[in-house]
C-alpha cells in the first residue's frame, strides 16, 4: 500500500527565515509526485507536479525537489502570506495524500 | 476561469440523519472526485467520476454512502445515516484530463458535524 509521511506537522518561522519541509513516500509505479497548498477554510490549491528523480521546480519563494525517496518544499526568506497547510500526494495506483505541514510565518 | 462550485458551506446533523452535498465543476472538467477531509489528516478519496461514470469508488462506504453526476456535469453526494465519525470536511475537485498526473482543482468544502 502507498504510504505518504510529511513531517514536521507543524513549523513556525520568523519572517525571512529559510526551512524545508519534508515528504517521504513508498510507492509502487510513481507517476507523479504533487504538492498543494491549503488555508484554513479552503480547499487544496495546487502548487507543483515532480516526476522524476533530481527534478526541480520553483514558484516565487517555493522549490520543490525530488528523490527516489523523498520530496522536498523549501521555503526561501518566508512571508506571514505562505502561512499555511503544505500537502504533499503521490500518484501510483491511487492518488495518495500526507497529512501535511503546517506552516505559521510570523512578522 | 470560475472554481469548483460547493454547497451548502457547512451542515450541523444528528446522527442517524441524512445529509447531502452538491457540487459544480469547473467547465470542460471531465474527471470529478469527492474527497473526504478529517481534521489533521489529508484528504481521503470517496469516489472518483468520468463524465457520468464511476471510475474508483473502492474507498466509498456504500451502505451509507452514495453519489451520483447525472449528465457529466454536476455531482452529489449523499450520507444516509449519518454517524459521528463522518464529522469531517467535503471537498469536491475536477480536473481537465483523466490522466492520473493531472492536478486537481478543489472547491472550498462542506464542513458536516455530526452530533
Known amino acids: 500500500e502507498d504510504q505518504v509521511t510529511q513531517s514536521p506537522e507543524a513549523l513556525r518561522l520568523q519572517e525571512g527565515e529559510s526551512s524545508s519541509l519534508n515528504c517521504s513516500y513508498t510507492?509502487?509505479?510513481?507517476?507523479?509526485l504533487f504538492w498543494y497548498r491549503q488555508d484554513p477554510g479552503k480547499g487544496p490549491e495546487f502548487l507543483f507536479t515532480l516526476y522524476s528523480a533530481g527534478e526541480e521546480k520553483e514558484k516565487e519563494r517555493l522549490k520543490a525537489t525530488l528523490t527516489k525517496k523523498e520530496s522536498f518544499l523549501h521555503i526561501t526568506a518566508p512571508k506571514p502570506e505562505d502561512s499555511a497547510t503544505y500537502l504533499c500526494?503521490?500518484?501510483?495506483?491511487?492518488?495518495?495524500f500526507g497529512a501535511g505541514t503546517t506552516v505559521t510565518v510570523r512578522a | 476561469e470560475a472554481g469548483v462550485a460547493q454547497s451548502p458551506r457547512y451542515k450541523i446533523i444528528e446522527k442517524r440523519q441524512s445529509v447531502a452535498f452538491w457540487c459544480n465543476p469547473i467547465?470542460?472538467?471531465?474527471?470529478l472526485y469527492w474527497y473526504q477531509q478529517i481534521l489533521g489528516q489529508g484528504p481521503k478519496l470517496l469516489i472518483q467520476?468520468?463524465?457520468?461514470?464511476?471510475?474508483?469508488d473502492s474507498q466509498l462506504p456504500k451502505d451509507r454512502f452514495s453519489a451520483e453526476r447525472l449528465k457529466g456535469v454536476d455531482s452529489t453526494l449523499k450520507i444516509q445515516p449519518a454517524k459521528l465519525e463522518d464529522s469531517a470536511v467535503y471537498l469536491c475537485?475536477?480536473?481537465?484530463?483523466?490522466?492520473?498526473?493531472?492536478?486537481?482543482?478543489f472547491g472550498n468544502g462542506t464542513r458536516l458535524t455530526v452530533t
Open positions: 475537485a475536477s480536473s481537465l484530463s483523466s490522466r492520473q498526473d493531472s492536478p486537481l482543482h
Open positions: 467520476f468520468q463524465n457520468n461514470g464511476v471510475v474508483d
Open positions: 500526494a503521490v500518484q501510483g495506483g491511487k492518488l495518495s
Open positions: 467547465s470542460g472538467h471531465a474527471t
Open positions: 510507492v509502487s509505479g510513481l507517476r507523479g
